[in-house]
């Protein structure tokens, strides 16, 4: 699941481009333009829709929310969504904005709930993950890691992740979830730990040491892997049954029981496929 956990990195890396660039402009009216940055590289860095619904930024006081941010699926996955999140609320020290460090005094994350449907070639969330990977332009070198740690860094003093969801799918499910509830995730004082602040990936990493383990846990609380062969039985049990309807039609028929004996072979074989495909 570890390159499957790219789509959170990149969502959080979204959270954390929202905050650097309402700093960056922080005196301007920044609604629309957020927005739009958003829903025009979202989809460039994911392969898929990126949609929000709402941003309300005050500049006069740091403060900030992102609603309805919602990450679509790649072609092929039938649950409406990979990713969805209820909002997203940041207060920043305005006094740090000119200096090199950009104190963040809390985001909270409210309703992340993210699916993973598993496919063919893989879960929508690893496929948005080489997506992304390829956008980010693969695997950097050791050098190119250490670059990235010029620029703007940051303090985050507060995050909380809360009222989030995991579920699963599977094309069995034909579109339907099992959703396991996650734990309320705190963190505090991220960056402080370094002279200068953390860096935008460095703050992405931390975040997700703290919330993999409790995804990882709650998409194995779905037990997906004994909920498909339980599903996969009922469906070569329904076929089985199909077939010998099937099957006893035929025997009706060339056995020469008219028509009485055609129509009970009739309806013996619509029962079965009616059972075979749940109805």
């Known amino acids: 699941m570890g390159r499957g956990f790219k789509i959170f990195g990149g969502i959080l890396a979204v959270v954390v481009i929202a905050v650097v660039g309402f700093v960056i402009f922080v005196y301007s009216n920044l609604d629309s333009i957020v927005k739009d940055a958003v829903e025009e590289y979202g989809p ?56 090199d460090t950009i104190l963040i005094r809390s985001i909270a994350i409210d309703g992340p709930d993210i699916t993973y449907e598993f496919g063919d070639g893989g879960s ?72 200068d602040g953390a860096t935008p990936a460095e703050v992405v990493d931390k975040i997700m040491d703290a919330i993999e383990k409790q995804v990882s846990v709650a998409v194995g609380a779905t037990d997906i892997n004994n909920m498909v062969k339980g ?28 028509g009485k004996g055609l129509e009970d072979a009739t309806k013996g074989a619509e029962e079965g496929l009616k059972k075979l495909f749940g109805k």
Do not use: C, W
């Not at 919602?70 to 969504?81: E, I, K, L, R």
């Open 44 to 99: 460039q860095y994911t392969g898929v829709s990126v949609t929000l619904d709402k941003v309300e930024l005050s500049p006069e006081n740091g403060e900030g929310k992102l609603s309805g941010l919602t990450v679509g699926n790649p072609s092929g996955y039938q649950t409406d969504a990979a990713f969805k999140l209820g909002s997203i609320s940041m207060n920043i020290d305005l006094g740090s904005v000119t200096g």
């Open 124 to 195: 929508n969330v690893e496929v948005i993950g080489k997506n992304a990977e390829k956008a980010a332009g693969g695997s950097k070198s050791s050098k190119q890691k250490k670059d990235d740690g010029s620029g703007k860094k940051m303090v985050i003093e507060s995050l909380v992740i809360s009222n989030g969801k995991v579920s699963v799918s599977h094309p069995l499910l034909k579109g339907k979830k099992l959703g396991s509830d996650l734990p309320t995730i705190r963190l505090k004082d991220i960056g402080k730990d370094s002279k």
């Open 231 to 258: 599903l996969t039985k009922g469906v070569e049990d329904a076929a089985k049954d199909a077939t010998k309807a099937a099957e006893d039609a035929m025997k009706n028929v060339t056995g020469g029981s008219g």
